[in-house]
């Protein structure tokens, strides 16, 4: 933080007239030694060059996540002359300044990345100037960075080959504010094989603009949005296997591509700007109590790794010397980002994520592995059947596998929704006056 606010006070001064030659010290004083708010402000700013967006201060190297720096150096300027209520003042004071410095957010850019040295455009140009940006990554663009081996020799041990490009390109896609390629990013193992020092990794690239948490937390919370404004990436380093309650929040965020309620404790709901990204480590897939559709499914990118070697001994100074290739992580990761532009926004998958997703979907929708088996029931032109005694036969389908039914009506809508797809032909009339399907024949003497 110091080395922000030192930074900063050779940037780009905002646009304010009051501001644009630092004021004499003690300026902000009356004549009886009270301090004028809006003259210390100017001073302060003077020093110190922010803009506030949101109630949030930055300045042109990004964020100021904490301000109690500000607050310490407030003090230090005031403590001869308010000689009571002092931690008061301070407060208002780091208030008046956010009034003096507040302005509209910057337009989102998507067409650049603001990088620790300057700003990286996607059409391959870079310059060392500087511009006011709500996200700002902490590592250096290096066009020359060298390749980093420590980085990709990792990767090759835990994940199979075929599926690092998806991770590259995942990778890639958190560093600029869209939601385009509408994914979120689940890598599954059984343990104990590393996959979460990715996400110290990512905070060496994301810094500030990462935010560690809980997918339950996001789903479940009405306040959890409001941690995740203009914020890049979500990292939820050990996610929970047990199934989610509902499944809207995330839906809707991982396909956002507008603004959004936010609520916040004890202040009223506003409209806010959400671009997170979802990248989550766990041993287990991501499931949903009730929400089994595809809609669910098809908005995950699931990445499995390889077993943990026996024997294998691990490095201990591993991510000190994957942090120190930072700047050829960004280079990798830029390759990947460029990659998924140009194939519009599809991630490069490979027959086992394919494969991955589909298991995934069967687990959470044992209907899928019903319509899936021998023995039940056949696809006939010219049959029919009622849906009650399909739903009986599904009913035994579970015993026997020791699955539990879902309800009659789910199981009904999954089969008018996917009939097509099936080659059965829902009707409200279908058997005499009863509802069933056309083309569907039952084997009643199922084993």
């Keep these: 933080m110091k080395d922000e606010l030192r930074n900063s006070s050779q940037a780009a001064v905002p646009e304010n007239s009051a501001m644009g030659t630092e004021p004499e010290p003690l300026a902000w004083l009356d004549k009886r030694g009270r301090v004028i708010e809006p003259l210390f402000a100017d001073y302060f700013l003077a020093r110190h060059p922010m803009r506030c967006f949101r109630n949030k201060l930055f300045t042109v190297d990004g964020m100021i996540g904490d301000e109690a720096i500000l607050k310490k150096e407030i003090f230090a300027l005031i403590r001869d002359y308010v000689k009571s209520g002092v931690a008061r003042k301070t407060e208002q004071l780091l208030q008046a300044v956010k009034l003096s410095c507040a302005a509209e957010p910057p337009e989102i850019q998507t067409d650049r990345i603001h990088v620790a040295n300057g700003t990286y455009f996607l059409d391959g140009r870079f310059t060392p100037d500087k511009e006011y940006c709500i996200n700002r990554l902490p590592v250096a663009y290096e066009a020359e960075a060298e390749k980093p081996s420590c980085w990709l020799r990792f990767l090759e041990e835990l994940l199979y080959r075929d599926d690092i490009p998806a991770l590259q390109e995942y990778i890639g896609y958190c560093l600029i504010p869209v939601t385009k390629a509408q994914k979120m990013l689940l890598l599954i193992g059984k343990g104990g094989e590393g996959k979460s020092r990715i996400g110290l990794v990512l905070r060496e690239l994301f810094g500030d603009n990462m935010y560690t948490g809980s997918l339950q937390k996001v789903e479940t919370?009405?306040?959890?949005?409001?941690?995740?404004?203009?914020?890049?990436?979500?990292?939820?380093?050990?996610m929970k296997t047990e199934a989610l309650p509902q499944t809207n929040n995330l839906k809707t965020l991982v396909t956002l591509e507008d603004k959004i309620d936010i609520e916040r404790k004890g202040m009223q709901s506003m409209q806010g700007t959400l671009y997170v990204r979802f990248t989550c480590f766990g041993n287990g897939g991501l499931h949903a109590l009730y929400?089994?559709?595809?809609?669910?499914?098809?908005?995950?990118?699931?990445?499995?790794?390889k077993e943990r070697p026996a024997g294998r001994v691990d490095d201990p100074f591993l991510i000190d010397?994957?942090?120190?290739e930072k700047e050829g992580i960004l280079l990798w990761a830029l390759e990947g980002l460029n990659r998924l532009i140009a194939n519009n926004y599809q991630f490069t998958s490979s027959e086992r994520t394919t494969e991955n997703l589909k298991e995934a979907m069967e687990r959470g929708n044992n209907i899928l592995s019903f319509l899936k088996s021998e023995g039940y029931f056949e696809i006939k032109a010219g049959a029919k059947c009622k849906s009650i005694d399909f739903y009986e036969v599904y009913e035994r389908w579970c015993r026997d596998n020791l699955e539990k039914p879902r309800a009659t009506a789910a199981f009904v809508h999954h089969l008018k929704d996917n009939q097509k797809a099936l080659g059965i032909i829902y009707d409200d009339k279908c058997v005499g006056a009863n509802r069933g399907f056309h083309n569907l024949a039952l084997c009643h003497f199922a084993p």
Excluded: C, I, P, W
Excluded at 221 to 238: I, M, P, S, T
Excluded at 321 to 324: D, E, F
């Design 291 to 305: 929400d089994k559709s595809n809609g669910f499914y098809r908005r995950q990118l699931l990445l499995t790794t």
């Design 321 to 324: 010397k994957m942090r120190r």
């Design 221 to 238: 919370n009405r306040f959890a949005r409001a941690d995740l404004e203009y914020k890049l990436l979500l990292v939820d380093d050990d």
